[in-house]
């Protein structure tokens, strides 16, 4: 069983930037592929961004050149940096971890607004 927290989320400004990260239990977090998925009010949840056991990332379109997912194997946690934000990236963000089954997280909502 993993256990998974999300921290950083928060109102920000169009143009603004957040730092989300994820604290994940378990002995063998460099195995994990660590993602990050969102949810925005009436709509499915989608995929952000992963990163596997080998450092390789995977973006959404949306999002490219903007987030940017990272690792950290020592600490056993997954951050998504996120820089010029847009209303549009308002949503409630969950971490999830892919291992021997898939986990989440219990999700950290994100706001952008002036």
């Known amino acids: 069983q993993v256990q998974l927290a999300e921290s950083g989320g928060g109102l920000v400004q169009p143009g603004g930037s957040l730092r989300l990260s994820c604290a994940a239990s378990?002995?063998?977090?460099?195995?994990?592929?660590m993602g990050w998925y969102r949810q925005a009010p009436g709509k499915q949840r989608e995929l952000v961004a992963t990163?596997?056991?080998?450092?390789?990332?995977n973006y959404a379109e949306s999002v490219k050149g903007r987030f940017t997912i990272s690792r950290d194997n020592a600490k056993n946690t997954a951050s998504l940096q996120m820089n010029n934000l847009k209303s549009e990236d308002t949503a409630v963000y969950y971490c999830?971890?892919?291992?021997?089954?898939?986990?989440w997280g219990q999700g950290t909502q994100v706001t952008v607004s002036s």
């Open positions: 999830n971890a892919l291992y021997d089954s898939t986990y």
């Open positions: 378990g002995n063998v977090f460099g195995l994990y592929t």
């Open positions: 990163i596997n056991r080998n450092f390789n990332t």
